[in-house]
Every structure is written in structure tokens, then in C-alpha cells.
């Protein structure tokens, strides 16, 4: 009985250690962090593509995202759909502000923040987060006074929220500071400087974070970095949500439709200009429009079209031109660069269109002077010759037809005449000296 006592503890005990090593092996799986990048403007598709990436991660049980931020800020709608995905996730999420030369401006230094690891590579920089452009036309200095103090609330809230130096992300916000690296680093904005994801993975070793379901530790050791690309979706949508295309895209609807009335059947100028301004309206939707700059660009269109149906003498393409580079320079209400028409785009664009315009306006007027070729109209002014003698009445030959012809004057057989007008099938001609 003691020897079976002892063959069955032994049993339990080598079963014991083969489940222990069992687990151990499947504790020891290497972890995988899911790693995205953004390098435009916070836009609703980018906001949309962060959202959906962590989403993604956490049902297929990674141990974490990296989010590889390059943006010079972006809208405050996108920005704040973003920070709610950070503040409530449920794995770690890296923000790594990257390569050397990137920045986190604006409404990429409020995401950094956000995030349960805030990173940078050397040689880049954070801050400017003063709001600008937000809601439709000119604010007064209690309004504008209104948001800076909502978007402070806002910035300062998540950095105490992270541990993060809370008065530094104030100064950002209200006086635009921006710093390095470095800095940032000193001044506890960021948690880590890094050169490279690697790099980065192994400083994090160990790091205890909050995320919404509790505190957990991040474990990078022998980590596996998934570099997930954008979808096709997702970079069209990211690609016409930029102001210099969705303005472009315009452009190319308006000229497109615009060809396609004024030469029905052409086909190709009228598919393209049609899904051009579809895509367009989609983007603007999406972009801190003025429609007062729309109307003045489609205004722009009107005299352009009005400029081949009234004389004018070029004042109607003169104030099409006016209103083409004035709607351009208005079509964006926001001060940030980032949310705005380039004029190394608007420059060239403006005067693309303009000279398609005018030379399409040319070729119409042209063709409405141009002398009739056919037709009674088309007839008046040719020569021919005399076949008969002609004067109540005779036979000419002209454009290499016969006709009936009379004079008021006697014309001889074979004298060059010249067709003065038509009476019926009858013309009417005149001997030419």
C-alpha cells in the first residue's frame, strides 16, 4: 500500500511538472505589437484608421499597438475620437513620435499625451497645440477665449490622467511651445527617447501602465513587431481627405463637367469630371470648409460659360479668373497650414485652369465667327464660272456643281463670277473684274 501511495504521488508529481513546463512553454510565446503609421493631417479617415487598428489589435490579442506619428495637426473632432480610443483601451497603445525630422503638432501633441507610452525619435518635436480653425467663421475674443480654455480643461485632464506634466501641456496649448525630444523627455511630457521600434520595445521591459480595465506590465522581451499597412480603403479615403487633392479633385470635376456641356458626346471629360466632384464633396465634408469659397469658384464657372454665350470682350473670363483665385484662397477656413490649399498647389492649379478655360472659350467664340461652310449662308461669297452666258437667267458652275443662276448684269460664257446671294435653288451672282 506505501509503494502504491508512492507510485501515485510520483505520477501526480512528474504530471504536475509536465503541465507546469506546458504552461511555462505557452507563457514564453514571443508577444506581437501590432505597429500602424500616420504621417498626414488628423483627418476623420486617419481618425477612423487609429480607431479601427486598436479595435483590431485587441480581438486578435496582441500585446499592444505602436502608433508611428507624423503629423502637423489636424481637426479637433478627429483628434478627440482618437484620444477616447487611447484613454479607453484595453492594451497597451505606443505613440512614437518617428523618423528623425517627424513632429507631433497641434493635435499630435494631445494624442501623444494620450498615450499609455509616449515616445520620440531623436531630432524631432512636440507642442503648438493651440486651437485654431475650430467651428465656421470668425470667432470673437470671448469665443476664441472659450475654446482655449475648453481645449486646456481638455489637454490637462489627460496628462494628469497620464502622469505627465500637466503645466508644460497648458503652455502648449495656450502659448504654442513646442520642444524637442529631449526636452520633452526632461520635462516629463514623454516617456522615453528612442532611435528606433527596437529600441524602444526594450526600454519599455517591464513598465507598469493603466489601461481601463487596470494596471498591467508591459513584457516586450523577445517581442514581435506586425508592421500593419493601411488598407486600400483606408489611404483613398486618407489621400482625398487632403486639402491640396479634395481642391484639385474639384478643379478637375468642374473643368470635366464644364467640357462635357459645352461638346456633348465627348464622354471621358464628363465620367471623369462627375466621380472627380463626387470624391471632392466627400472630402470637403470631412475638411473645415468655407462655402462662401465653393460658391465663388462655381461663380467662376458661370461667367466662364457665360463668356461663350455674350459678347463681353474678355470682362466675363477677367472676373471668372478673379473669382477662381479668390474662392481658392477662401476655401479653407482654418489658419493651420495643414488645413489649407498650398499655393505651390493653388498657384499653378489657378492658372492651369484659367488657360483651359480661356482656350476652350477661344475655340468657341472662334467657331461661332468662323464663316459659315454649308447651307445658303455658306454659299454667299464663293466664285465659280459662267458655263452660259447669264443674265435673267444662265447656268455657273461653283464648288464644283452646276446651278441655275441670274444676273443684273449679262455675264459671257466662262467669266469668273462671284455668289452674291441665293433666290430659292437660284443664285444670284456678279461678274468678278
Known amino acids: 500500500m506505501r509503494a502504491r501511495r508512492i507510485l501515485v504521488a510520483s505520477f501526480f508529481l512528474v504530471l504536475s511538472q509536465a503541465l507546469g513546463y506546458s504552461a511555462s512553454w505557452a507563457d514564453g510565446k514571443p508577444p506581437v505589437f501590432d505597429m500602424i503609421s500616420v504621417n498626414s493631417a488628423i483627418t476623420p479617415p486617419v481618425s477612423e484608421y487609429i480607431v479601427k487598428s486598436i479595435e483590431g489589435s485587441t480581438r486578435d490579442g496582441s500585446a499592444g499597438v505602436i502608433i508611428e506619428l507624423d503629423t502637423p495637426g489636424g481637426l479637433d473632432s478627429a483628434m478627440r475620437d482618437i484620444v477616447k480610443s487611447l484613454l479607453n483601451s484595453k492594451i497597451p497603445v505606443f505613440v512614437y513620435v518617428s523618423p528623425s525630422g517627424a513632429r507631433a503638432a497641434s493635435a499630435g501633441a494631445i494624442i501623444t499625451v494620450a498615450a499609455n507610452i509616449a515616445a520620440m ?23 476664441v477665449e472659450k475654446v482655449v480654455n475648453d481645449m486646456t480643461a481638455y489637454a490637462r ?137 465653393v460658391l465663388l469658384i462655381l461663380l467662376a464657372i458661370i461667367l466662364f460659360i457665360a463668356e461663350v454665350k455674350v459678347v463681353s470682350h ?43 478655360f480661356v482656350a476652350v472659350i477661344s475655340l468657341a467664340v472662334k467657331a461661332q465667327l468662323r464663316k459659315p461652310e454649308t447651307g445658303m449662308e455658306g ?29 443684273e448684269r449679262g455675264i459671257s460664257e466662262g467669266s469668273r463670277i462671284k455668289v452674291l446671294g441665293m433666290k430659292g435653288l437660284k443664285l444670284i451672282v456678279e461678274e468678278v473684274k
Do not use: C
Open 379 to 407: 454659299m454667299v461669297g464663293k466664285e465659280g464660272v459662267a458655263v452660259t452666258a447669264v443674265h435673267q437667267e444662265g447656268k455657273v458652275l461653283v464648288g464644283g456643281e452646276y446651278w441655275n443662276a441670274e444676273s
Open 121 to 143: 525619435a531623436p531630432g524631432t518635436n512636440i507642442g503648438a497645440a493651440h486651437p485654431v480653425g475650430i467651428g465656421i467663421g470668425k470667432m470673437d475674443e470671448t469665443m
Open 314 to 356: 474678355g470682362i466675363l473670363t477677367i472676373g471668372g479668373i478673379v473669382s477662381l483665385i479668390l474662392g481658392s484662397l477662401i476655401l479653407y477656413e482654418s489658419p493651420d497650414p495643414a488645413l489649407r490649399v498650398s499655393l505651390e498647389v493653388m498657384v499653378p492649379a489657378v492658372v492651369l485652369v484659367s488657360l483651359f
Open 157 to 293: 485632464g489627460i496628462a494628469v490622467q497620464r502622469g505627465r506634466n500637466a503645466e508644460w501641456v497648458e503652455k502648449a496649448v495656450r502659448k504654442s511651445v513646442s520642444v524637442t525630444a529631449e526636452e520633452a523627455l526632461r520635462l516629463r511630457v514623454i516617456d522615453y527617447v528612442a532611435p528606433d521600434v527596437e529600441s524602444l520595445l526594450h526600454q519599455v521591459d517591464g513598465k507598469e501602465v493603466m489601461l481601463a480595465s487596470g494596471k498591467t506590465t508591459i513584457k516586450t522581451k523577445g517581442a514581435v513587431v506586425n508592421r500593419k499597412k493601411m488598407g486600400f480603403r483606408e489611404r483613398v479615403l486618407t489621400t482625398i481627405s487632403d486639402p491640396n487633392i479634395a481642391y484639385l479633385l474639384m478643379l478637375i470635376g468642374l473643368a470635366g463637367l464644364y467640357f462635357e456641356f459645352a461638346h456633348p458626346g465627348a464622354v471621358i471629360p464628363g465620367v471623369v469630371g462627375g466621380i472627380s466632384l463626387i470624391l471632392a464633396f466627400f472630402a470637403l465634408q470631412t475638411l473645415p470648409v468655407n462655402y462662401a469659397g
